[in-house]
């Protein structure tokens, strides 16, 4: 890797004018490409502190040799430039968006002799007009099969064609009044051309316009008495009208836009729009992209317009309204590059209210649809989820192969509602019924490393238990299962709260009502049959630390442990000076940033749960004798606590379920003074007991 420092031009050798950059490699290869305002600004920021980069940034600057600029005269030759370069040098690391798959278009080849109509894919071609994209393929086939009634335009192959010239005979689609058969002569080929060209209006948005026509020849034939011309007519509406209404109504019919929208995370980003034309949905597109830099929804909109509409000209590919979730910084400029494009004003719009921001938000939802089903099918495939294991192992230079990890995250607001999450990956995949959840108290609730080394010894001690290598603390779940017979092996359908008052919460229920009929003991504790191969805790060197301590005192030197520092994605190693870096493209890399994640929601919930319940205290909590049935029937009778308090012993009992002896002692603890010798007054904010 190069040093960074080795190439840096002088501050006073950068121009402070707007311009594009190039990063090149040491053969001489574009990696990088960008633009700025101020040069000399956004080029120190590569060179200040390459340390606190983002992954792919730092690699970036690493993998460099070099760095040259151009100076432009504005922001808007800075975006054609940039533009350009990208798509000349194709470089490594800047954003390229690519479909996540092949979208199929409609396309009328108007620059042939006979144009023909047909379903098309990849690149685009010149002389070709393009509807779409359309998608699943099967509904512009159909679209096209009832359109060929009323515009019976070529739709076969070359080789079709020039066989059917040579024999004087059309194929069937001429036979069958779908193809004007312009192959043997039934229709000139300037009659034919103008044929496309109809086809083209109404699939531009000129449907009214031949309904209409075809509703006025109707009615002449009816009113010439020629009810088989009319008949056709009205066969032909219907058709046109099959096609006209199948794209959904969301705007107004002047409205032709695009909407864009994206999801992302710390790696990726998931991006969906929508072809409207004459305000009906006529297409939509997606795209998957791996983030280079820690870039705002509004960069990667100005990203994606350069790309999407680059390569782009003419009002039939560009609309009057792009409409995006976030404005970009140099808008204008967009515009004006956007408006040189079409040959018209195109306007860049981010709607706040009404049916264009609801259609922004039904867009997002699709892109974050596309971003989890990403995900889950990286995440699904075998060969990946494998992959993953083997890199991760490798460069972990771990001997035994991970066919169990274990994750531990420690979730909390200001040291207050203190839990922690496990959650267990077998062979790639969760094993949701082993999560377990953590309440931690006390001395181990003061930071996140004595949390960390709690929650590991409190799990690890468990499994030593279970093993019988341990035993277990007196007065503990854990100690009377081993005093019940037959109560320490095999499998159970049914997860309890684990030992030292572990609690256990799973995300689906394992309990089935037929186990719990047949069962007339408290059922075993789930066990673990065996430990992890690794541990991975949520965090750096002081973290793995704790983990590594807590391991060591249990007498346990088998189980590996790592931690993923959120900022860096760095694996920390216990004892090591240095972090391992995966590469950012790493299938490991991606296998220990999704169990963190799961980690990390999993307690991220139970902590909102926790702290949920402790935001929620009333008055009648701490009376002794009185039910969650009972405290609601008070408080629903005299509407406040203020009141209940005033009311007298004669008056709480008329309240259902309120006897004699339960009024007075209700009265009694209730009283003035009564609360607070009871127990401490505690701040609920903090969880502090206030002195008193």
Known sequence: MADPAS??????????????????????????????????????????SPKNLLPKTYAMVHTAASVEWTIVGSELEAIQLEYTWIKEFTPRFNIMFRDDKSYP???????????????????????????GPYYPAKAIRETVDTLLRVFPVRSCSTGVFNRAQRTGRPCLLGYIDKCSAPCVGRISPEDHKALAAEFCAFMGGEADRFIRALEKKMAAAVAELDYEAAARHRDDIAALRRVFERNAVVLSENTDADVFALAQDELEAAVQVFHVRGGRIRGQR??????????????????????????????????????????????????????????????????KRGDKAALISTVRENAEQALALHKSRRAGDITTRSAGLQ??????????????????????VQGTNVVASMVVVEDGLPKKSDYRRFAITGDAARDDTSAMYDVISRRFRNYLVDQGRLA???????????????????????VQEGAVLDETVLDEPVVEEAVLEETLTPAPKTKFAYPPNLVVVDGGPPQVAAATRALADLGISDVFVVGLAKRLEEVWLPGDDF??????????L???????????RFAIAYHRQKRGKAMTVSVLDGVQGLGPAKRKA???????AKKLKAASVEELQQVPGIGPAMAASLKRQLAPGAAEEAAPAVNMATGEIIES
């Not at 503990?476 to 005093?483: F, I, K, R, S």
């Not at 972090?579 to 490991?588: C, Q």
């Not at 991606?590 to 990390?600: G, K, T, V, Y």
């Open 391 to 412: 890199q991760l192992q490798e460069a972990l230079d771990l001997p035994v192969a991970l066919l169990r990890i274990e994750c531990y995250d420690i979730s909390h």
């Open 472 to 494: 277990a603390p007196a007065g503990t779940d854990a100690a009377a299962a081993q005093a019940q017979p037959g109560a320490g092996g095999g499998d159970t359908a049914v």
């Open 7 to 48: 190439y840096r031009p002088r501050t006073g050798e950068i121009p402070t004018n707007p311009g594009v950059y190039r990063f090149r490699d040491e053969h001489g290869r574009v990696i990088y490409v960008g633009k700025a305002k101020n040069l000399r600004s956004r080029l120190n920021n590569y060179f200040a």
């Open 286 to 351: 997606g795209w998957v992209v791996e983030k280079v830099e820690d870039q705002s929804t509004a960069d990667l909109a100005e990203h994606l317009l350069q790309q999407v509409y680059g390569d782009a000209d003419g009002p039939d590919r560009i609309p009057r309204q792009v409409m995006l979730p976030q404005e970009p910084e140099n808008a204008a400029e967009l515009q004006a590059w956007l408006s040189t494009l079409r040959g018209s004003k195109v306007q860049i719009h981010v709607p």
């Open 634 to 640: 008070l408080l629903k009778h005299f509407g406040s």
């Open 105 to 131: 278009y409609l396309a009328v080849t108007m620059g042939e002799k006979f144009p023909r109509v047909q379903v098309m894919r990849g690149e685009r071609r010149k002389g070709v007009k393009y509807f």
């Open 579 to 588: 972090p391992v870096i995966l590469p950012r493209t790493s299938e490991g």
């Open 590 to 600: 991606f296998l220990l940033q999704r169990i963190r994640d799961e980690a990390h």
